[in-house]
């Protein structure tokens, strides 16, 4: 056979970030097949040494604008545990509903904005203004509506402001409460009919399986994103986040700047798909009706391309319980707390499960409470041996299509993982050469 | 051919936060596409052009020198070129990086005995305008979209739009909010460039200067507040460097 593919996609778009994609086949034979991450490091655990620990969030928020509410939260989650805090119940339902307003936002802005274009074919979602006018609004309306809830609670967008170690700086109204939850109640109907909408388009992906580790958090009293302990797929007892390290396993590869992950098998994936393979049964009855109708079945779904269906699921998830969680937030009377706070020497790792997938933080405090030391683990870095791992499946099943489908369906591949490269670098372009 | 002027956006290392202000503008960005001709932003759609451009938007900071190859190849080929976010304006947070002496020790932070690999080279942060010229400059961090808003609505008139030149207190003023200092907190409110609407103050927490300086500090000003509320100049020092500002707030 004298196939030849040359395929070099430097800087693929629509991805948060700077990834390649670089295929080289000569002869049938596959010379070099790599998923690349150029991205500028930016060397965030240096930043923070020397800071104190209430400026932490501040700084590891800017790792990334997507996910900056996931990282604050596992920020502030490592220093209370480094300084031995507890927060109260008030605390925590308002990190819980920051996060999940998070979440709808970032997989609402993945699915509509980045890979929705793919499967209309065509290069954005600018086009469909025009062609599917009804559909870019109801995408807009919902991404508003998470925004909004992250500008209520969080005090901002992006880079929340009012979550702080041990406490809220400001607190949110009853009335603002009450009308986030007429809206979040609407969203309900709006996210069947989007979930119909992606229905329609989904024989648009490419037909791959690959199975792999799932790695994600599991709580018992609930799909984990806020708390939980660490498993995977492969393993028959839970880890706790604190032994992070012997889990993630992180190492430098010449071809990323971005750390890579494995951990039983030779990678491992983390993001929706894996929650949604480890934790389904404890969806609710409307995120699992969705997870049904869009051809999830209750146990572990091997295409990666898997990952956008399991992201539109966990956006009902994360309305309905932001809608729970608002609830019980009425039904108190709300307090400004003001946290008692020992600065101490210690060390502590918080973890989170965030829209990319499960995210830790490790600081270690002197006695003054400066940062001595830090490391964070990025979902997205875990990623991408699973995606390289993919690629080198994919490519040898797919080399009969031609070169432009290929490329198509390796652009698809990445952008399924939703990878937030600024992030893993704290990094996406594809390259192929025949 | 259309006569909207063509715009582009471009990254670099930053975390593609304000760049999300501007896909957070949602419906407004529909409109705004009707003054604009957008022609590459790779975070939302594929194809990009060796053409020129009428405005480049950049997006964070220099760190590497391919970045800066990048960015002269940009800069030739722009007629208008806009540094927005503050990682783009001086660095931003990304220049904490440069209080370590050598960058050897911070590769060796992060990436420990695989440093020494050529790909991870990295040299102390840069914004924009220490790389090539710099024609506006769209502050914050993140930025304000509002004031994105209005600096492109002006610019596709031909306008060169200014930036507000009073500090973040007449802001929180005008919002009757309680003078954090008279709360025990210390703020960069009195230094900070105004603009955000006193956001963090409004939401009870200090200004960080996110925005950077006005261009004039009142420091004496600066000073007698931090004499009456008993806080040293240290104590301002610490964190007015968050966001890559460092002005001299000496008496």
């Known amino acids: 056979m004298s196939k030849e593919v040359k395929i070099n996609v430097r800087h693929l778009t629509r991805v948060e970030g700077h990834g390649n994609i670089v295929v080289d086949v000569k002869d049938g034979n596959i010379e070099k097949l790599e998923w690349q991450v150029p991205e500028a490091p930016r060397f965030f655990e240096t930043m923070v040494v020397g800071r104190a620990y209430s400026e932490l969030a501040t700084i590891t928020s800017r790792i990334c604008g997507i996910c900056s509410i996931g990282h604050t939260c596992a920020s502030l989650k490592a220093t209370e545990a480094a300084l031995g805090i507890n927060i109260s119940e008030q605390t925590r339902v308002l990190r819980e509903l920051l996060l999940h307003g998070e979440t709808l936002q970032s997989h609402i802005l993945h699915v509509c904005y980045l890979v929705l274009p793919d499967l209309f074919k065509v290069n954005s979602v600018i086009p469909l203004i025009a062609s599917h006018p009804d559909a870019v609004l109801l995408v807009t309306k919902l991404h508003r509506l998470s925004n909004e809830l992250c500008d209520v609670i969080g005090g901002r967008t992006t880079h929340p402001i009012r979550a702080k170690v041990g406490h809220f700086t400001m607190l949110p109204t009853w009335q603002e409460l009450e009308e986030l939850k007429r809206r979040l109640e609407e969203a309900k109907g709006d996210l069947l009919k989007l979930a119909e909408i992606f229905k329609s388009v989904s024989g648009g992906f490419p ?59 030779a990678s491992f994936m983390v993001g929706a798909l894996a929650r949604y393979n480890n934790n389904h049964s404890q969806l609710t009855p409307l995120s699992q009706q969705i997870a049904e109708m869009l051809g999830l079945k209750p146990g572990i779904n091997i295409s990666p391309y898997q990952n956008n269906a399991a992201q539109v699921v966990e956006c009902v998830f994360a309305v309905e319980r932001s809608i729970s969680h608002i609830e019980w937030l009425l039904g108190q009377e709300l307090k400004m707390e003001k946290p008692d706070i020992e600065v101490k020497n210690g060390q502590g790792v918080g973890a989170v499960e965030v829209p990319r997938g499960i995210l830790f933080h490790d600081y270690s405090y002197n006695d003054d409470g400066i940062c001595v030391a830090a490391n964070c683990v990025i979902p997205t870095n875990l990623n991408h041996n699973n995606i390289q791992m993919d690629f080198e499946k994919m490519v040898p099943e797919m080399l009969s299509l031609p070169e432009k489908d290929l490329q198509f369906n390796l652009e698809m591949l990445v952008r399924a993982y939703d990878p937030c490269i600024s992030c893993s670098t704290h990094f996406l372009n594809v390259e192929f050469k025949k | 051919m259309s006569d909207k002027p063509k715009v582009a956006f471009f990254d670099f290392a930053c975390c593609e936060g304000c760049q999300l202000q501007v896909a957070n503008l949602e419906e407004d960005i529909i409109k705004l596409l009707d003054l604009v001709d957008l022609v590459e932003f790779r975070e939302v759609m594929t194809g990009s052009t060796s053409e020129t451009y009428d405005i480049a938007f950049i997006e964070g900071s220099i760190t590497r020198k391919s970045d800066e190859k990048r960015l002269k190849d940009i800069r030739e080929r722009s007629k208008l070129l806009v540094a927005y976010g503050q990682c783009a304006v001086n660095g931003g947070i990304n220049r904490l990086k440069n209080i370590w002496h050598s960058m050897d020790d911070v590769k060796k932070c992060v990436y420990g005995d695989d440093s020494y690999m050529p790909h991870l080279d990295t040299y102390p942060t840069k914004g924009v305008d220490e790389v090539v010229k710099v024609d506006l400059y769209i502050p914050g961090c993140p930025i304000n979209r509002d004031e994105f808003l209005r600096m492109v609505k002006e610019l596709s008139l031909g306008k060169i739009p200014r930036l507000p030149n009073h500090p973040v207190c007449v802001e929180c003023k005008l919002k009757e909010n309680i003078c954090l200092f008279d709360k025990g907190v210390i703020c960069l409110g009195p230094l900070a460039r105004a603009g955000c609407g006193a956001i963090c103050p409004s939401n009870g927490s200090p200004c960080e200067a996110c925005r950077g300086t006005v261009d004039n500090p009142n420091k004496n000003a600066m000073h007698e507040i931090l004499d009456k509320y008993n806080y040293t100049v240290e104590e301002i020092k610490r964190t007015i460097n968050l966001f890559g500002v460092n002005p001299e707030v000496k008496k």
């Open chain 1, 207 to 265: 037909d791959f399986n690959r199975e792999t580790e799932y790695l994600s958090l599991t709580y018992d009293e609930e799909y984990a994103f806020y708390d939980g302990q660490v498993t995977t797929t492969d393993i028959d007892k839970n880890i706790s986040p604190d032994e992070y390290k012997g889990v993630v396993n992180e190492f430098v590869v010449p071809q990323s700047t971005a750390k890579y992950g494995k951990f039983n098998r």
